[in-house]
Nanobody, 122 residues
Framework: QVQLVESGGGLVQAGGSLRLSCAAS????????MGWFRQAPGKEREFVAA????????TYADSVRGRITISRDNAKNAVYLQMNSLKPEDTAVYYC???????????????WGQGTQVTVSS
């Protein structure tokens, strides 16, 4: 089992920045991919970004590429999502997820955090 805890959400004005953190514990050696997803009210959960736990590969949704960066700190078993130039349409609950399988963009990850709210005001 892998446990994930997100933090760092909040309210920010359009154009602002936020950094989300995800602390992983448990069987982290089983993780192949770490991902971030988001879900806005009334919408399906959508892929944001993901990276290989080894850190040598990452991928982004087209809607966030160039504004959002995923990174990791192996020493802390943590993954981060640096979000810049935020837009009102980025408002959603953001979830950290971990997967032992080679699945990157599909929201069928095995392990999920509880989510953290990000609200971007116009």
């Amino acid at each position: 089992q892998v446990q994930l805890v997100e933090s760092g959400g909040g309210l920010v004005q359009a154009g602002g920045s936020l950094r989300l953190s995800c602390a992983a514990s448990g069987r982290t050696s089983s993780i192949y991919v770490m991902g971030w997803f988001r879900q806005a009210p009334g919408k399906e959960r959508e892929f944001v970004a993901a990276m290989r736990w080894s850190g040598d590969s990452s991928t982004y949704a087209d809607s966030v590429r160039g504004r959002i960066t995923i990174s990791r700190d192996n020493a802390k078993n943590a993954v981060y999502l640096q979000m810049n130039s935020l837009k009102p349409e980025d408002t959603a609950v953001y979830y950290c997820a971990a997967n032992p399988d080679r699945i990157w963009r599909d929201p069928t990850y095995n392990y999920w955090g509880q989510g953290t709210q990000v609200t971007v005001s116009s």
